[in-house]
């Protein structure tokens, strides 16, 4: 089976400051793995310069089988790509039905959208309850399970996750993270979850990638790298 996204030797930075020196990454379709690693490692560069929003100084980024690195970010969704950016990024003066009627954008219309809408609003019980509300006043759990809804409705093949767990509390972390997972084995979703959250990242993914300074320095399953004492020490607080 072919590779769901690769990324090869990618360089990216910001002007003359170099941030990603040469990051190489292979998640196959349906799994979850996780990018984790401390503030400032460049998590967030290497999402966003997938999702198209900062480009690469060099190196490729093939996903699903077609060479996307000179794309822009709008034309990503389409293609099946989806990123939720840290801290969700909702609409706060649109409802929660608003927002996610903006992730299904462009299938407006179509008889799949209707069904979108109903398939998230039954994987996130919550936010048909909270339909009608505004975004802005949704707690944090729920801010961020709107954000992943509203990736859900473009029908995406993979979806990137940048930071979920910031500014939630332990349980709300543990209750995303779960959905996170459902997701990806209901919908067979391929996910990559990008995380400071070492501990929990680990246990919800099949895979691991961690990120130091712009530099892959270790890779493996989950499980196993959840158990390396030098990863606990590091990353864990073990
Ligand atoms: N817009 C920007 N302009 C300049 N430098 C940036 C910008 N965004 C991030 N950086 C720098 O790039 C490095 C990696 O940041 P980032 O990708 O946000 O890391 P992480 O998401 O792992 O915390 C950091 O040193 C950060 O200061
Ligand atoms: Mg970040």
């Given at each position: 089976m072919s590779a769901a996204l690769r990324i090869e030797n990618l360089y990216a930075g910001y002007g003359q400051a170099g941030v990603l020196e040469g990051v190489s990454i292979s998640v196959e379709p349906g799994e979850i793995v996780s990018v984790v690693g401390a503030n400032g490692a460049g998590k967030t560069t290497l999402l966003n310069t997938i999702a198209g929003i900062n480009r690469p100084s060099s190196g490729r980024i093939v996903f699903d089988g077609v060479?996307?690195?000179?794309?822009?970010?709008?034309?990503?969704p389409a293609r099946g790509l989806a990123l939720v950016p840290e801290g969700g990024?909702?609409?706060?003066?649109?409802?929660v039905q608003e927002n996610l009627e903006m992730g299904g954008f462009s299938r407006r219309?179509?008889?799949?959208f209707r069904t979108a809408l109903h398939d998230v609003t039954t994987l996130f019980p919550i936010l048909r309850e909270r339909?009608?509300?505004?975004?802005?006043?949704?707690s944090g759990g729920e801010r961020q399970m709107c954000a992943i809804a509203r990736a859900v409705m473009s029908d995406p093949k993979l979806i990137m996750l940048d930071e979920?767990?910031?500014?939630?509390?332990p349980k709300m972390v543990g209750e995303v993270f779960l959905l996170v997972e459902r997701l990806a084995r209901t919908r067979g979703l391929t996910v990559v979850l990008v995380e400071q959250n070492v501990q929990e990242a680990l246990a919800v993914s099949d895979r691991a990638y961690v990120i130091d300074h712009g530099r892959i320095v270790r890779e493996g399953a989950s499980a196993d790298l959840a158990s390396d004492a030098a990863i606990q020490a590091a990353y864990m607080g073990l």
């Open positions: 060479d996307i690195g000179h794309l822009r970010a709008h034309q990503l990024r909702l609409f706060p003066f649109m409802t219309g179509s008889p799949e339909r009608e509300q505004y975004a802005g006043h949704l979920p767990s910031v500014g939630l509390s």
